[in-house]
Nanobody, 115 residues
Framework: QVQLVESGGGLVQAGGSLRLSCVAS????????MAWYRQAPGKQREFVAT???????DYAPSVKGRFTISKDHAKNTVYLQMNNLEPEDTAVYYC?????????WGQGTQVTVSS
């Protein structure tokens, strides 16, 4: 089993920055892909960013150029650096990984961007 714990959310003004962190209970990032998703009130959960075991990244079009996903294997942590935040980025952000056929999710961290 894998436990994921997100942190780093908060309230910021448009144009501001936040860095989200997701800490895993054991060392898995060297063999498993990691991803960030978000869910805004009244909307479906949507993909934000992913990073493969080899470090290849991909982003949703809405966040390309503003968000950066990275990981630190030594710290068992994946990050989401969010710059130039917009009100449309307001959502609960979730860390996700797939281990075999089992998906694991963190508890989520709230990001609120004021206009």
């Amino acid at each position: 089993q894998v436990q994921l714990v997100e942190s780093g959310g908060g309230l910021v003004q448009a144009g501001g920055s936040l860095r989200l962190s997701c800490v895993a209970s054991r060392s898995i990032f060297n063999i498993n892909p990691m991803a960030w998703y978000r869910q805004a009130p009244g909307k479906q959960r949507e993909f934000v960013a992913t990073i493969t075991r080899s470090g290849i990244t991909d982003y949703a079009p809405s966040v390309k150029g503003r968000f950066t996903i990275s990981k630190d294997h030594a710290k068992n942590t994946v990050y989401l650096q969010m710059n130039n935040l917009e009100p449309e980025d307001t959502a609960v952000y979730y860390c996700n990984t797939l281990v075999g056929s089992q998906a694991y999710w963190g508890q989520g961290t709230q990001v609120t961007v004021s206009s």
